[in-house]
């Protein structure tokens, strides 16, 4: 089945693939205020990858690998009638064994959904399944999310469900409507279905787990299911969930994963607020400065999908108020206006995080240009490393934010 996966992309591809940039035309800005408020919301289209969006495309990509390469091998087969005399009242027995189970934490808002869905939209490469007429049709990836109340049984319908959306099967109504609709015999039905139709089972909100009287159970169920057809499954929460699998070993040999924070304010940062800043539907254009990405940077702390929202309403209220030009006074308006509910976690003042590099110790390097590090001219440290056969522009990002420009 692995054959009907399309090609790895790595680098320099990869980005391109997974980077999402609407069309922007210049001209809206001569639109009237409707048509401008109405393409606004474009910049919420915007997908720029960082680090976090290639490791888990790679993750997503490697794991599903592992799972489609069990498809039809002899333990797939052997654990198929295993699975069915489960449902009969046997012993369940864990033939095929598990493909991989791993987690991907981070902070809410800071775009794992959304570098999740991207990596998906690749990995289905334009298709919904694999396979053809003459073997079973497999889904890519399925995507669930954690029942609130962490119900096995909940789960376990939840997956069938969406199961039949994709196959156009019957799976759902065939649980709901037997009368043996016991947990053991619903595991059993899962785990069979997903031998035959699922490659990747990715399982958000994870993080309802915690504090659940079910919590745990929920977690043992789709343990049982990973042993039971072979598949992998990625537990995607915030970092909350990473206490209750650290609570103990079998939880934590099956949660190794990826674990994210927000931004550092680095180049990347400083990039991406340049080309969402470059989507302006405000009649007087303005150009990022250093300044405003600094500012951005201090009352988003360091959240991409924060980012977004604070330009797109601060635009919104310049059009809304006449004052038509985007700029750090109609930011702070956003922020004080819109942004009142997230204001206790990304307090400027905050000393939950690290504050950015001060504006005065940023740098732009392009050939020539220079200024002071510490008293030190920045053309004096570029003419020692460089002399030493040292990348400079490296050594200096190591002290302090560099942003490569054009001139």
Known sequence: MDNFMPKMLVGKELEDALTVLPVYDDKIRYADAATRLTALSDLYGVYIPSKM??????????????????????????????????????????????????TIVGESGIGKSSAIAR??????????LYGNKSVNRIIPCLTVQCPFDCSVKGMMLEILRNVDEKLGSTYYQTAIKSRTNTIDMLIGMVSTVAI????LLIVDEIQNVV???????????????????????CLVGTPESAVFFESAMQLARRSV????????YDRFFCDFCRKVFSYQYVQNRTEI???ITAWMYEHSH???????????????????????????????????????????YILPTSKNRTSPTPINECVVV??????????????????????????????????????????
Do not use: W
């Open 289 to 291: 400065t250093p300044a």
């Open 257 to 264: 994963g990826l674990f994210y924070t927000q931004l550092e």
């Open 302 to 344: 360091g959240i991409v999908s924060v980012v977004i929202s604070l330009m797109h309403d601060a635009q919104e209220i310049a059009i809304l108020e006449g004052q038509e030009t985007l700029s750090i006074e109609t930011l702070e308006l956003a922020y004080k206006q819109r942004l009142a509910l997230l204001q206790s």
């Open 366 to 407: 392009s050939n020539a240009i220079a200024t002071e590090v510490d008293g030190v001219p920045v053309a004096d440290i570029l003419y020692k490393v460089k002399d030493d056969g040292v990348d400079p522009i490296e050594i200096l990002r190591t002290v302090i934010a560099v942003e490569e420009v054009e001139v």
């Open 53 to 102: 969006s290639l490791e888990i495309y790679s993750k997503l990509y490697l794991a599903l690998l592992r799972s489609l390469q069990k498809k039809g091998t002899k333990d797939a087969v052997r654990q198929y009638y295993a699975n069915h005399a489960y449902m009969n009242g046997a012993t369940s027995n864990g033939i095929i064994g598990g493909a991989d189970s791993f």
């Open 196 to 199: 035959n139709h699922i490659g």
């Open 119 to 128: 990596a998906v939209e690749l990995l289905c490469d334009s298709k919904t």
């Open 211 to 233: 504090g659940s009287k079910n919590g745990r159970n929920l977690v043992g169920m789709l343990i049982q299911l990973i042993n039971c057809s072979g598949i992998s499954i």
